[in-house]
């Protein structure tokens, strides 16, 4: 299996719900960060959160950090149709001094927002 | 204003070709990365470059070999293509250890 797992894979809900997905990974990590990935599209980052901190926001973001159970979630609040996209983690476990970082991506979680 | 670019959008060629993949970035970073998306849009690296050092060479066929002529462009040329190597191709870039990467538009190569 792959470093950084995500649940659920598919997820589908209204506007104005939220929207929880969650990331799971195997090693000890630097920083977790989310990206979104709209169809036919690149990857946009999101939100980076490193491995002191436990929270973090932005806008109607919110992720969390749990380094003990080595997991993550993003939290979508207040969707709309255009959040509809796939999200994924991405963990980076260099070292630091290191060139450059490796990001190990997870299988990413699909959102539909219905209007 | 594009920050990571990649030529071309889309390829498409027969197996046994070989083909160029381009990317350049106007972010000033000085490290760039290939990933390859599959089908299954599971994302995997394959090699990263600080300022025109390979750092990063994932275990890819060395049918495919990255070249940076300075670090802001960073090129992927593919040989004897494989039915296999059909994907969407990712460059990225980020300045420095621990940041955020930013992520060009991909390259579609179908091989037929």
């Known amino acids: 299996s792959q470093q950084g797992e995500e649940d659920p894979q598919a997820l589908s809900i209204q506007e104005g719900e939220n929207a929880t997905m969650n990331c799971s990974y195997k090693?000890?990590?630097?920083?977790l960060q989310w990206y979104r990935q709209n169809s036919g599209r690149g990857l946009v980052h999101l939100i980076l959160?490193?491995?002191?901190?436990r929270e973090k926001h932005s806008g109607r973001l919110r992720v969390t950090l749990d380094t003990s159970k080595k997991s993550s979630s993003l939290l979508i609040t207040a969707s709309r149709a255009a959040d509809t996209a796939s999200y994924f983690c991405a963990t980076d476990a260099t070292h630091r001094g290191t060139s450059g970082s490796r990001l190990t991506f997870g299988e990413g979680t699909q959102l539909t927002v219905n209007p | 204003d594009t920050a990571v670019s990649q030529t071309p959008k889309y390829l498409v060629t027969q197996m046994g070709n070989d083909k160029s993949i381009k990317c350049e970035q106007n972010?000033?970073?000085?490290?760039m990365y290939w990933y390859k998306q599959d089908s299954k849009k599971f994302l995997k690296i394959m090699f990263s470059?600080?300022?025109?050092?390979?750092?990063i060479n994932e275990t890819v066929p060395n049918r495919f070999s990255p070249k940076s002529p300075d670090k802001a462009h960073l090129n992927l040329h593919i040989n004897s293509l494989e039915l296999g190597d059909s994907a969407v191709y990712f460059c990225a870039s980020n300045q420095m250890w621990g940041d955020e990467q930013y992520f060009g538009p991909g390259t579609r190569l179908t091989v037929t």
């Open positions: 090693t000890s990590i630097n920083n």
């Open positions: 470059y600080n300022n025109k050092e390979l750092i």
């Open positions: 972010l000033g970073h000085d490290t």
């Open positions: 959160i490193r491995s002191n901190e």
